[in-house]
Structures are given as C-alpha cells and as structure tokens.
C-alpha cells in the first residue's frame, strides 16, 4: 500500500476506533494482537512500558510534589534522589521536608535558612551523629593529670575546666588541648566558681574565698559558716555571693566587701547545691528579671525571692515525698523556668512559674540514675557504670557510654556535665568539646568528649 493511501485508512480507521464503546475498543486490539508477528509484539511491548509510565514528580507543579515529598519518611526520600537527576533536585529543592526530619531527630532549627540543600547536608550530618550515639560510637576520653591528693570540686565553663583538690590548689585547664592554663595555691576546695579574672572557692575549712588568677592571690575571705561550705554562687552585677554549708545554712554574702549580708536559715540537713539565677516566668511571687536563690539539702529544695532584699524569706519548699522517705539528688537544673532534680524515683520536673511538678520521668530499668544535664530535648544521666542520653520527647534512653571505676562522692560535685547547649537540640555544631568530666581515686580527672564527625 502507498504512504498515501495508508495514511488515508488510518485517518479512517482511527475516526471508527474512537467511536466504538471500550468493550469494542478492547475486542479490537485482541483481535489486532492474534493477527501481530513477533516483530509487533516487541514493538508493542516496547512502547507500552514507556506509555503507561508517568514522572509524576515532574508532571506535577512544585508546589504538589512538596506535598507528596511531606508525606515520605526521609531515608525513602534518599532513596527516590537517586531515581534521577530531575528527582533529585525536586526532592533536595524541598526545605521543609530535609527541616523537619531534622526536627524529628532531635536537631535545633533555624527557620531563617532557607536553602534547601544546606538542611539536606546538615540531615545527613545529623543521621550519621544520631548512628554513632546509637552505636556508642560518638565520644572518645581523655585524661587531665596533675593533682597530687583527691579532687572534689569541679566547674566548667567555655572549654575551661577548673578542678579544686586537698593538695591546696586549684588549676584551671583547657578541654580542648589537656593543659593547664593556671594553676594556684588555695585551701581545701569543696566548691570552686571562676571567671576570667577571679575563682571562689567554698572549703572544707568551713570558709568562702576569692583568688585572682593572675596574681594566685586571696582578696577576700569570707568567715561565718560552722560546717564545710560544699556549694558558692556569685553574681557580679548584684555584687552578691551565696554559700550553702553542712552548718544547714545559706550565707548571702557582699562579693566585693566580704561582709555577710544575711543567713538564711530553715534546712535541717547539709546544704549541697546554691543556684543563684534570673527568673524567666510570671507567678503570683515573683516576676521576669528578678534573681532568685535555689538552696538544696537532702529532702528538700528552698526558693528565695534574693534581688528583692537582702532579708528574704523562703517563696516556696519543693519535696518529693511528704514523710522524707525519698533522697533528692545533689545535682540540681534550674534555667529560670523549671526546676529538675532526680530522686531514687526518677527526675522529677517543676514549673517554676506555678510550682506544680509537670513530669515525673521514670527508669525503673536502672536503679540510682542520677541527674547530670537537662534541657528541651535531652538529658545527660549517669548511674555507677554508665552514661547515658535520654531523649525527653520519649522518654527513652537512646546512648551509653561505659564509665571507668570513678571516685563516687554523696555530695556529688566530683562530677559534672560539660557543654549544655545541645540538650536543646544538636545542630551540627555544638556537639563539641567536654560532655562529662570526673575525678578518680588517682587524684586524675576522666573525661568524655564528642568525637569528631565522620
């Protein structure tokens, strides 16, 4: 058949096929199919893969794509990257997907970035982050060596790490290369609190005292207390410095005078840990901006009104049980907006603007899990063998980390958390530097750091 009578009858054929019902339209190509060579049946075979196949991602508008891309969970979302290029640059173009599944594994959000590929980048940085926790892969340890008697009384604060000993003296040491940036002759050190130019101490010589670290020398002595002082707090812009003692009291001290100021009385245990700290709530007691003491003995937790008047009484007395028969832990969260302490019962949560308990976070599984860091979306714990991580939203421990056989202390500032700001949720950036240091029976300091990302 010529070209031009072929395409005359199929013009016609094509008009009387689209006129038939489906039935019809089907028995037709049944029919076609029987009467076709193999030479028709690949074609048709061929041609059919590639008819019934549709990219609905390209198809469809951007903004419907990100819809459908909202609902895929994001290791299928890596996945479909690699169906192809165009996919893969729909799928990595899609910020909200690549944020919240960053949200989702616990990382801080800065909403202001909208470049999609960078929260694509920092997901698979987060994912890999999130296996080595999960492995008991992300830290690595070190050692601080220099004391020559037991160290008690540690502090941290911006890769530095201060350590107070009974061999007299105290160094200041920098995390990140294990040196010793100061160190000075002081007392017995049961409390230490530094900044760049001064250190207090709170001593087992029953006072509180001030060193300049340049100079190693004393410029204040702080004398009252008839007890071991076991915790200090200062702040410079209300020129005030609080010490609890094992004397059950509170001393509010004038930092730059040395003078007492006020005691504060009511504990009928050893004070163990003063927080002194801006309130961030509203309440019927106190409002946003005002300084306000924390005080904690073994049964309870006491909240003074302290930038008010010197001559404060006691806002409100926290416990966990009524009859005493539950411990509170020495380690005590305070950031303005609630208070976390850990008991034999588990972690217990206040809102400070009602003083009602929120939570009570319980791990029954392992018994004596103490309290080392808190915040909005970890919480660094620790019991005698282990370190754990726990992720609040869950309430599941979801890392550990093996401890060596540290020196245990009831009154617990032998031991502390490093950097906090990732128990607000990691970013990439701040899981960084010291996450827990300790003092061993070698007068050494263990500590653990994150290790850097793969």
């Known amino acids: ?3 031009k009578d072929f395409e005359t009858w199929l013009d016609n054929i094509s008009v009387t096929f689209l006129s038939l019902t489906d039935l019809q339209k089907n028995e037709t190509l049944d029919h076609l199919i029987s009467l076709s060579g193999a ?3 690949r074609h048709l075979s061929n041609n059919l893969e590639t008819l019934l196949k549709r990219d609905f991602l390209k198809l469809l508008p951007l903004e419907l794509s990100f819809y459908l891309l909202k609902w895929l969970d994001p290791q299928t979302l890596l996945t479909c990257c690699l169906v192809s290029k165009q996919w893969n640059k729909v ?3 899609c910020t909200e997907v690549w944020q919240t599944a960053c949200r989702n594994l616990g990382w801080q959000i800065d909403d202001s970035v909208q470049d999609a590929l960078h929260w694509k980048k920092v997901y698979l940085k987060a994912i890999l982050r999130m ?3 999960e492995d008991h892969e992300a830290f690595e ?5 220099g004391h020559s008697a037991r160290v008690y009384a540690l502090y941290y604060k911006d890769g530095l790490l201060c350590t107070g000993s009974d061999d007299l003296s105290a160094k200041l040491w920098d995390v990140s290369t294990g040196q010793c940036v100061y160190g000075i002759q002081t007392h017995t050190c049961a409390a230490v609190k530094f900044d760049e130019q001064k250190l207090v101490t709170g001593s087992f010589d029953n006072t509180v005292a001030c060193w300049e670290w340049s100079s190693g020398s004393r410029t204040q002595h702080f004398r009252g207390h008839t007890g071991a002082v076991f915790s200090v707090d200062y702040n410079d812009e209300l020129d005030i410095l609080v010490s609890g003692s094992a004397d059950f009291t509170v001393k509010v001290w004038a930092l730059s005078a040395g003078t007492c100021l006020n005691t504060l009385t009511g504990h009928t245990e050893w004070v163990t840990k003063v927080v002194l700290q801006k309130c961030k709530v509203k309440s019927l007691l106190h409002s946003p901006g005002d300084y306000i003491l924390l005080s904690a003995d073994k049964y309870e937790i006491k909240i003074w009104p302290i930038g008010r008047e010197i001559n404060c009484k006691c806002l409100k007395t926290l416990s966990v049980s009524e009859d005493r028969s539950i411990c509170l832990q020495p380690r005590l969260h ?3 907006k609630y208070i976390v302490c850990s008991s034999a019962l ?5 809102d400070f603007a009602s003083y009602d308990i929120l939570r009570v976070i319980k791990t029954p599984e392992i018994a004596n899990l103490a309290l080392l860091g808190f915040g909005d979306i970890f919480a660094l714990l620790f019991d005698n063998r282990y370190l754990y991580i726990m992720d609040l939203r869950t309430e599941s421990l979801i890392s550990r980390w093996p401890l060596p056989e540290y020196r245990k202390s009831k009154r617990g500032s032998s031991f502390l958390a490093g950097e906090a700001s990732w128990l607000n949720g990691l970013d990439g950036h701040n899981d960084t530097g010291l996450v827990f240091a300790t003092s061993m029976p070698d007068h050494s300091i263990h500590l653990v750091l994150w290790k850097e990302h793969g």
């Open 346 to 350: 588990g972690l217990y949560q206040w």
């Open 91 to 93: 799928i990595s173009a």
């Open 131 to 133: 296996k080595q926790l």
């Open 141 to 145: 340890t070190s050692s601080l060596i």
């Open 334 to 336: 305070f950031d303005g």
């Open 1 to 3: 058949m010529e070209r």
């Open 39 to 41: 030479v028709q049946l």
